[in-house]
Structures are given as structure tokens and as C-alpha cells.
């Protein structure tokens, strides 16, 4: 169980996060909210990338506020980016050892390869360069989150920056991730796809948090939101308003 106790993060005069107080047990968690709300800050936070300026971090009643990132990793705790790392010279099979901290033979790999739709065969022994494009890092990242077994797994929003094709099959991915991880997904995401799979929403706004309930609950209230005149909330590809009420609505229409 994840506690995050009166958080707050100032840079200067600016106010980034407001006393945020949040329990997480679920196993997937998504957080969403306009831009410059506070998404990217807190999960960075929750990594050790930030100090808080005042609040504590609790994990599994554990204390973890003053901890380094090497020690919440050693608790856990993992962190993917937005644009994930590349290693030149260090290729996937190594990656994968290294997250995991055990050798790994090639049906392991194989498998830990295929639940992100990856084929060991293909990949095992690419390097971490440029010659892998966005979609495939993302997956690589995932699986090495993945071999890693994490306790609590942090996303970034993995679906920036990739093409179509590759989005469809990260949702996929992240289904898949969900039945067989044993631990809790904390994921920022704007994608009504990736909200609907959530067990529960944070909802930022201005660095507090507006909302925290079931998935039903907070995008029934997003709706709501969006659907009001001027509303000014926009997803991270400029979207406006009007479109995400149109997703939303399609979206609670397909659950039934």
C-alpha cells in the first residue's frame, strides 16, 4: 500500500502540488487532469527524481520520503518514462537481466518478450540504439518491467510519442500486464482506453487532487466537465474539450 501524506512541491513561488493526501491499494491506478496539474511531479516524487517540499511517502509502513531512487528501487518501486532510454551497446537481453537481477535463458526471455508481443528471436539480441523505434522501446521498457516483478510500477504516459498501430496494441499490453502483475500500476494517461481498464482515478487539478473514486465515478464527473461551456481542459495533444465529451460518452456506452 502505497500512503502519500500532506505532499506538497513548490519551485520558487509556484505551487506545483498542493497538499495531496492519497491512499493507492488498487492494483491499477490511473491519473489524468489538463495540463501542468502536477501528474508528471507526482510520480516523480513517488520515485525519489523530486523531494517534496513538505509531506511523507509511506510504502507498506514503511517511511520512504528520504530514501535515494536506488533504495525505493530496491523496495519495488519502478519508473518509466515518457520517452523511454536507450543504451547504445547494451542490448534487450541485458536489460531484462539486469531489471530482474538474474541471468536469463532464451525461452525465459522469450517469455517475458511475448506477453508484450515481442519475439525473442528478433529482439533478444538488438541493441538498446536508434534503430528501435518509440512503439518498440515502450514494449521493451514494459517487459523489462515486467522481469523486474515490480511492487509498485509507475507510467509516464507510455502512449506519447508512438503511432496508432502501436497504441492499440500498448492497451493490450497493459490488459495483459494487469491480470498477471501482483502489483499495483500507477499510470498518467489522458486516453479514454487506458482510463477505462483502471480500478480507480486520481483526478489533478492545479496540484490538488479534485478527485479520487472508481473509474465510473470520475469520468462521469469528466464528462460533466467537459461538457460545460468554456471549459478549458485539454488532453496533451491540444484536443479540445468537445472531443474528450465525445470519447467519454462513447466510451461509457461500449461498458454497457
Not at 509556484?14 to 491499494?25: A, P, Q, R
Not at 533478444?124 to 528501435?132: A, H, K, V, W, Y
Not at 514494449?139 to 509516464?156: N, P, Q, V, Y
Amino acid at each position: 500500500m502505497l500512503e502519500l501524506q500532506h505532499i506538497s512541491y513548490a519551485v520558487a513561488d509556484k505551487e506545483i502540488l498542493k497538499d495531496v493526501n492519497l491512499v493507492i491499494n488498487d492494483r491499477f491506478v490511473a491519473v489524468t487532469g489538463p495540463n501542468g496539474s502536477g501528474k508528471s511531479t507526482l510520480l516523480k516524487i513517488i520515485m525519489g527524481m523530486i523531494t517534496p517540499t513538505s509531506g511523507k511517502i509511506i510504502l507498506d509502513g514503511v517511511d520512504i520520503t528520504g530514501m535515494p531512487i536506488n533504495e525505493r528501487a530496491n523496495l519495488g518501486v519502478s519508473f518509466a518514462f515518457q520517452q523511454p532510454v536507450r543504451f547504445k551497446g547494451l542490448r534487450v537481453k541485458d536489460l531484462l537481466e539486469l531489471a530482474s537481477g538474474k541471468n536469463y535463458s532464451f525461452n525465459k526471455a522469450c517469455s517475458i518478450l511475448s506477453e508484450v508481443g515481442l519475439c525473442a528471436k528478433d529482439y533478444i539480441f538488438r541493441e538498446l540504439d536508434d534503430t528501435l523505434s518509440g512503439g518498440e522501446m515502450k514494449r521493451i521498457e514494459i517487459a523489462m518491467t515486467a522481469a523486474r516483478g515490480s511492487k509498485l510500477s509507475l507510467f509516464d504516459e507510455p502512449e506519447a510519442g508512438i503511432d496508432l498501430w502501436s497504441f492499440k496494441s500498448l492497451i493490450h499490453i497493459f490488459e495483459n500486464l494487469y491480470e498477471k502483475t501482483a502489483g499495483t500500476i500507477v499510470i498518467i494517461s489522458h486516453q479514454e482506453r487506458i482510463l477505462a481498464i483502471a480500478d480507480k482515478i486520481i483526478y489533478l487539478k492545479d496540484g490538488k487532487v479534485e478527485q479520487y473514486a472508481p473509474r465510473d465515478e470520475v469520468l462521469n464527473r469528466l464528462n460533466v466537465n467537459v461538457m460545460s461551456p468554456g471549459c478549458a481542459i485539454l488532453d496533451e495533444k491540444g484536443e479540445r474539450a468537445e472531443q474528450a465529451a465525445k470519447s467519454l460518452r462513447h466510451l461509457r456506452k461500449k461498458e454497457g
